[in-house]
């Protein structure tokens, strides 16, 4: 399975994107889903995730509220809405898959990543 990531953009602080992943090559019905992003000179970050039949959802507690992450197994995609977004959340942002399918928050746990997509959020 392969996944790509789009929908970023430049963004004026306060305003919304929404990121898409597409999942190609396979399903992505038995695995947990997660986007991570990654900011210059920092680590790569959890941002939330979602278990295979989004019956658990995790966020942190920064995105909590302003983003919200959703699922559409039949269509083989994953979406995250991001909205208030804020200069902080500037990153380029990665869809990942795990064998773990209720979806954790350790970048270890994911075996499969997108090529991620850049959000710039403008002050």
């Known amino acids: 399975v392969q996944l790509q990531a789009s929908g970023g953009g430049l963004v004026q602080a306060g305003g919304s994107l929404r990121l898409s992943c597409a999942a190609s090559?396979?399903?992505?019905?038995?695995?947990?889903m997660a986007w991570f992003r990654q900011a210059p000179g920092k680590e790569r970050e959890f941002v939330a995730a979602v278990s295979k039949r989004s019956l658990t959802i995790d966020y942190t507690k920064d995105a909590k509220g302003r983003f919200t992450i959703s699922r559409d197994n039949a269509k083989n995609t994953m979406s995250l809405q991001m909205d208030s977004l804020k200069p902080e959340d500037t990153a380029v942002y990665y869809c990942?898959?795990?064998?773990?399918?209720?979806?954790?928050?350790?970048?270890?746990?994911?075996?499969?990543w997108g090529q991620g997509t850049q959000v710039t959020v403008s002050s």
């Open positions: 990942a898959a795990s064998f773990y399918s209720s979806g954790t928050r350790s970048v270890g746990d994911y075996h499969m």
């Open positions: 090559g396979g399903t992505i019905v038995d695995y947990g």
